[in-house]
Every structure is written in C-alpha cells, then in structure tokens.
C-alpha cells in the first residue's frame, strides 16, 4: 500500500472512531470521509460496507490497547503504567462500546485482537501484583468488569471530565494493597 493510501486508511479509521464512537447508529460515512479530509469513494475505497469500516475501526481499537498493554507490561514502574493503562481504557470505553454495539456478535478478527489485549492487560496486572503494589486477589476478569462499569455509565450518560477522573481513582485506590 502506497504512503498515501496508509495514510488517508489511518485518517479514516480515526474519523470512524471519533463519528461512530460518540454518534454511533447516527453517524454517516460522508462524516467520517468529512472529518478524515477524503472524499467519500476513499472511504469505500478502503473499506467497502459501513461495517466493515466499524469492524476496521474496532481491530484498531483493540490493536492500539494490545500495544499500550505490552508498553505497561513491560513499564520501569509496573504500578503507574497500570494506572495509565486503566485510565486510557475507560476513558476510551465508551467509544468501543459504542462502535462494538452497531456491529452484533463481534466478528473473528476482533475477538482475537481483543482476546490479545485482554492477556496483555493481565499481565501488566500480574506485573503490578508482583510489585506488591496492587491487591493479589484481583485478576483480569474483575478488572475487566470495573471498567467495563465505568464504561458503560459513561456511554449511556456522559459525565463531566473531572467526575470520570475521581470515579476512576476510586478504582484505583480500592486496587492499591497500600
């Protein structure tokens, strides 16, 4: 694939995240082609059917949380990359949500990178553990679920940036062993 092309696909792929992931049902390729600075045959150009794009868009999703979950892995400080990581992922909950929801049951290609990811962010966690700075008897599942939570409320309700931040320490403060 040509410079060009990788790039207007990645242009796309973030207009789709951002017009999908907040509008969802009600957002429109000729948005996404608009926010992405490319005209609407690109758009299809690149991904033939809406749901391709939003299945295109979720993989990419779920890739980007696969590589910040290795980096936090893999962090000098196992604990702060942890917190990083979680509140990047309710943060951008939301929005997964919200794209996941337009597409059913979740096609192969997403349940693997995500499956991916979710291993990745359990071991930052088992990390973290490690470290003796978050509680032992938390795993992935019961992580997943919290932000799962938060993330969820926020599609269905948003709320303001600092009442998200404080609910989010709560989380953290309730994983903290000290």
Not at 130 to 158: C, F, K, M, S
Request: glycine letters at 6%.
């Amino acid at each position: 694939m040509r410079q060009i092309a990788r790039e207007n696909r990645e242009r796309i792929l973030a207009a789709a995240d951002r017009v999908f992931g907040t509008r969802g049902e009600a957002g429109s390729t000729e948005e996404v082609a608009r926010l992405a600075g490319v005209g609407v045959a690109t758009v299809f150009r690149h991904f033939p059917t809406k749901e391709a794009l939003i299945e295109a868009t979720l993989v990419r999703h779920f890739a980007d949380l696969l590589d910040r979950a290795r980096a936090a892995a893999s962090a000098p400080d196992p604990s702060a990359a942890l917190s990083a990581l979680i509140h990047e992922m309710i943060e951008r909950g939301a929005s997964k949500l919200t794209l996941a929801s337009m597409l059913g049951d979740p096609p192969p290609t997403v349940v693997a990178v995500a499956s991916q990811a979710k291993a990745a962010v359990g071991t930052a966690l088992q990390r973290a553990q490690a470290a003796g700075t978050v509680r032992p008897d938390v795993g992935v599942e019961e992580l997943y679920l919290l932000i799962r939570g938060l993330a969820q409320t926020t599609a269905a309700t948003p709320v303001s940036a600092a009442a998200l931040d404080r609910a989010i320490d709560v989380i953290l403060a309730g994983l903290c062993t000290k």
